[in-house]
């Protein structure tokens, strides 16, 4: 299995967004994180079921993002969550999840996750990426000092690319994750393949 985490974003997608799922879905990644954040709980809840009916068939860990309800309602155990949102969980939603990720932008915040149950955080933004034009990249250093401080897999995420993900790797991350390049290129399988 890789050590790819793809998230997504419709608004930037090649083709419809379920196509581009399946394609993905069926390239081994580690998994899909449905981040359609714009959507009311009704959308939601439609483009979820479908998401997850099609990484079941290929055996691919669907994690959805910022619903956790929606998610527990679906029997969906794995989910990924802003820091602020995940603190506002009870322990019993939490310990619902076998997979519960959050997104970290310090090693305070990566310490602060592990201890609330996450079984993996993301880490970043790494490198300078158009998603957050204007803010640099926090850069390999932070990385490596995030990856120290917990014992839970880290993942990488911002701007990541083929010519520096070994340096991801040798930072002491776990993996990485890609939205942009995922979610607009033309062949998913060429765009991952060079990742791996």
């Known amino acids: 299995m890789s050590d790819i985490i793809v998230f997504t974003n419709r608004v930037l997608c090649a083709e419809p967004l379920l ?24 959308e939601y809840t439609t483009l979820a079921t479908a998401a997850i009916e099609i990484c079941r068939r290929h055996k691919t860990t669907c994690i959805l993002h910022g619903f956790s309800r929606i998610a527990a309602s679906l029997g969906c155990r794995s ?5 602020p949102a995940l603190r506002s969980l009870s322990c019993e939603e939490r310990k619902f999840f076998r997979v519960l990720g959050a997104s970290c932008h ?10 609330l149950g996450c079984t993996y955080i993301t880490a970043g933004h790494i490198f ?4 957050k034009k204007g803010l640099p990249g926090r850069g390999i250093e932070f990385l490596h000092r ?22 991801v790797r040798s930072a ?18 060429k765009y991952l393949g060079e990742l791996k």
């Open 19 to 42: 196509d581009r799922i399946e394609k993905i879905s069926r390239s081994g990644v580690r998994g899909i994180v449905l981040r359609e954040k714009d959507l009311n709980e009704e």
């Open 79 to 83: 989910v990924h969550m802003p820091l």
């Open 106 to 115: 310090s090693q305070a915040e990566a310490v602060e996750a592990e201890k």
């Open 128 to 131: 300078d990426t158009d998603c």
């Open 146 to 167: 995030v990856c120290e401080s917990v014992s839970i897999p880290v993942y990488a995420i911002g701007g990541i690319s083929a010519g520096n993900i070994a340096d």
């Open 172 to 189: 002491g991350a776990a993996g990485v994750c890609v939205m942009s390049g995922a979610m607009t290129c033309r062949d998913i399988e």
